[in-house]
């Protein structure tokens, strides 16, 4: 029987899932555990019984949302008479199921908010068949945010392994890929990131998917030499929409099929309110959603764009706009440095001023003037940070993002 | 004090390729004579308010080295 998970030492198959299933006929709408085959068990059951199911962190402390009623936490429901008589027919009643699914943005930035998703809009770009069945995953996202739900549907309809990595520390992921000989891995650059630098390359991976955050060449390059028999692409996966697009490289593609679902005003990319999610803090212009995400046309007749930066990032440095990423991106390709952050601080001469956070990898010695002195031949004057900090680490946010405050 | 402000000049003139200067005249003019553009004061301010806590540029301008030896006494 297939192994459906394997989370720190211990493995489950899919049989011992239907047994679960089967033996405890109730379940909890709003659920807290760190224990992923429980979490797993009562996703799975909520929906193939069409009930509707709230994702909240093991971590989260319920003041941090307005319209949560802690009581009922882990308060449990019963689900009455069923009986599955293996996955297959699980799989079957989840594909079938109208149950509703509500789950919170992480937000890099201000208050998380709620957004409600049936299973047709969270498996919308789940693919199902043979070229999908032997697949095993690192699990690397947080399974209550979208793109965790993503990976996890995908696994899952295919009765693929899931190997949890999420939280891991370097040589933990590398000791679980190797083991348990991963094909899949899908996360945040940040924990690509964390990868680096290369000592060795494991040749079982097969696909490595980025999303969440911009990533840069030189991060695929070196994630290329980790894993050499690896395809990389990326995914545009929104807590708001589920995923729209998948892509190859740095370009994503707007399907034939979904062409008259979006705009693109002032660059900023525009969604029909039918991909959505149902929340009370969307705010739409028309029927379409707006995005924040700015993006610049590759093919326009084909549909083909690339992200540029999200639309509230700029930072207004003494009247010219500054796009952090841009930045980022630029210091994260100078030879030592494994990350950085850039943003605005409040200056009375300037407005803003421009901070960089870096953080370098192994015993690489850099000062901040060496690194603007870089820059300098790479970007405008107003571009480069006037003060650079040095990190040993970032804070993340709840999907592994870097926090910006 | 001086000290660390000649210091934070220096190195904000050491960025823009300038010389570094050997001591700073209460009377040198930041723009005029010590040739500090706008993001240089604004660097400048940075790197004294985490030094000192004190935004020198916060009630208006400063224009003399003079006038920032003031702002930090205070």
């Known amino acids: ?405 | 004090m001086e000290n660390k402000v000649l210091e934070i000049i220096n190195k904000i003139r050491e960025a823009k390729n300038l010389q570094p200067v050997s001591e700073l005249q209460i009377t040198d003019n930041l723009r005029e004579d010590l040739e500090l553009t706008s993001f240089d004061l604004a660097e400048l301010t940075v790197n004294l308010e985490d030094e000192y806590d004190i935004d020198i540029f916060e009630d208006g301008l400063v224009n003399t080295v003079g006038e920032i030896y003031k702002k930090l006494q205070n």
Request: glycine share 6%.
């Open chain 1, 1 to 405: 029987m297939a192994i459906f998970l394997i989370d720190n030492t211990r493995e489950y198959s899919y049989e011992m899932l239907v047994d679960r299933i089967n033996q405890h006929r109730n379940y909890y709408p709003l659920f807290k555990s760190s224990d992923l085959f429980s979490y797993f068990e009562n996703i799975v059951k909520a929906i193939i019984t069409n009930q509707s199911l709230v994702l909240i962190d093991s971590d989260l402390n319920p003041s941090e949302l307005d319209d949560l009623d802690e009581s009922k936490v882990n308060e449990s429901v019963s689900l009455g008479e069923y009986y599955f008589s293996n996955i297959d027919q699980v799989i079957s009643a989840l594909k079938e199921s109208k149950s509703e699914i509500t789950i919170f943005t992480s937000g890099t930035t201000g208050q998380p908010k709620k957004v409600i998703h049936s299973i047709n809009s969270l498996t919308r770009v789940v693919r199902i068949g043979e070229k999908y069945k032997n697949n095993i995953w690192a699990y690397a996202y947080n399974p209550t945010h979208m793109a965790g739900l993503q990976v996890f549907f995908q696994a899952f309809v295919n009765n693929n392994t899931l190997v949890n990595v999420f939280n891991d520390s370097r040589s933990e992921v590398y000791q679980k890929i190797s083991k348990y000989q991963v094909t899949h891995i899908s996360a945040t650059p940040t924990f690509y990131r964390l990868l680096l630098p290369f000592e060795k390359s494991y040749r079982c991976v097969q696909r490595v998917t980025f999303g969440g955050e911009k990533s840069d060449n030189r991060l695929y390059e070196n994630i290329l030499m980790i894993f050499p028999e690896a395809k990389i692409n990326n995914v545009y996966a929104s807590t708001e929409a589920g995923s729209l697009f998948a892509a190859k490289g740095d370009n994503f593609q707007i399907s034939e099929s979904n062409k008259d679902k979006f705009k693109v005003v002032d660059d900023e990319l525009l969604i029909h309110k039918s991909l959505l999610g149902k929340s009370e803090s969307f705010k739409f212009e028309g029927d379409y959603y707006h995005s924040g995400d700015l993006i610049e046309w590759v093919d326009k007749g084909e549909g083909i764009f690339k992200f540029k930066s999200r639309k509230n990032e700029l930072i207004n440095i003494g009247g010219y706009k500054v796009n952090p990423i841009e930045v980022e991106d630029v210091i994260n390709e100078i030879v030592g440095v494994r990350q950085s952050l850039v943003y605005g601080k409040a200056n009375s001469v300037l407005g803003n001023i421009l901070i960089a956070e870096v953080q370098l990898s192994g015993d690489i010695i850099l000062s901040d003037l060496d690194i603007r002195k870089i820059l300098k031949s790479k970007l405008q004057d107003f571009k480069i940070p006037r003060k650079i900090k040095f990190v040993d680490s970032f804070s993340l946010t709840r999907t592994g993002k870097i926090k910006r405050s």
